[in-house]
Structures are given as C-alpha cells and as structure tokens.
C-alpha cells in the first residue's frame, strides 16, 4: 500500500509540470495560460455541455479523458498547431513514447486505465473521444477571443473559421456552440480592423 502511496505521489510531482508548462494563448489579464487551465476549462466545458447533447454521453469518461489528454506535454512541452517545425513534424511520435513512458510511471492498473484513455482519444471512435477533440478546439478559440487582440498572430486569424466546424459537426448543439464562438471571433478582427472577408477566403482556401 505505502508502494503504491509513493507511486502516486512521484507522479503527482511529475503531473506538476503541465501547471508551468505555458501554452501560446493568453488570458484576458495578459497572463499566458497554462496547460491544466486549458484542461480545466475544457472539463468545465464538459460538464454545461453534456446535458444539452443530441446522444448523452458517459461524462466521466469524458472528464477523465480531458484531465489526462494533455499530460504528454510534461514530458514534450506545448507545440502550437501552427508552428513549422521538425519538432511540430515529430509531435506524434514523441506524444506516443510520452504516453508509453506515464504508463509505465504507474502501476499496472492504472497505467493501463491511463493508456487506454490515451489509445482512445488517439483512435477517436468513441462519442466521449469525440466530444473531447470538439471541446479541444472550442475551448482554444473562446480563450483566443477572450484574450487581447495583440496576442493574436495573424496566422493565427483563418483558424478562427478552418479548426472548429469538422469537429463540432457530429452534434447540434456543439455546431451551434461552433457557429457562436466562430461569430465572436469574426467580432473581434474586425474591432481590431482586420479584413474579416479576406481571412475568411484565405482559411477556406487553405
């Protein structure tokens, strides 16, 4: 028991690290953000979406999948989806030896549950994987909008249109939740005076 007390804790210790790990999206205090707010918010996503899905889902799962899905950024860091770079090309890989390496940090039952939640994500197949890449993107861009409009790259503009509707589309209600952060994006390049059209052909372009 006091084994598997010690194991626990050296991976909270190691799981500390996704607390400093900062991600390229700010809060609207200017702070950058940090990996486990990014879950939290996802998982409080989670909890006020859930009730209003076309097929209900099992929310623990899902709970549990976003608080681990993120994890592998303690051992590689945080890769911006836009970012060119031999480590954006090697992201799966090393994301797939990270999740070998927690797996094997834990005992074997747990380790085991952990994996699974990972392979499943991975494999997307499953209603709560897919609710979890939705809240993945949505929870990005709803962060973006509620950030300054100079923490924004313009690289950074046509993923306000091209990232949120293919993964939303499965549900209702999260394509209608897709459409409205999508709107408020739009709102907010144009506050700041960016050609919201021209955005708008280049990401459909792309």
Not at 58 to 83: K, Q, S, Y
Not at 103 to 125: I, K, M, P, Q
Not at 138 to 152: G, K, P
Request: net charge negative; proline share 4%; with cysteine.
């Amino acid at each position: 028991m006091r084994n598997q007390a010690r194991t626990i804790l050296d991976f909270l210790s190691f799981s500390e690290r996704i607390k400093r790990e900062l991600r390229h999206s700010w809060l609207s205090d200017g702070r950058r953000e940090s990996v486990a707010e990014h879950s939290w918010q996802m998982a409080l996503m989670a909890i006020l979406v859930a009730p209003h899905l076309r097929r209900p889902v099992d929310l623990l799962r899902v709970l549990e999948m976003i608080v681990v899905h993120d994890l592998t950024e303690a051992v590689i860091g945080d890769i911006p989806a836009f970012e060119v770079s031999p480590r954006q090309d090697a992201k799966r890989r090393r994301e797939a030896e990270a999740a070998l390496r927690i797996r094997d940090s834990l005992d074997a039952d747990t380790g085991g549950h952990v994996y699974a939640l990972f392979l499943e994500l991975e494999t997307g197949g499953t209603s709560e994987a897919k609710l979890v890449h939705a809240l993945d993107r949505l929870e990005v861009q709803v962060q973006h909008n509620l950030a300054a409009d100079e923490t924004w790259e313009p690289v950074e503009y046509p993923m306000v249109f091209n990232r949120l509707s293919q993964p939303c589309r499965h549900d209702p209600f999260l394509a209608a939740l897709a459409e409205l952060v999508e709107a408020d994006g739009a709102a907010k390049m144009a506050a700041a005076g960016i050609d919201v059209a021209a955005v708008r052909r280049a990401a459909e372009a792309a």
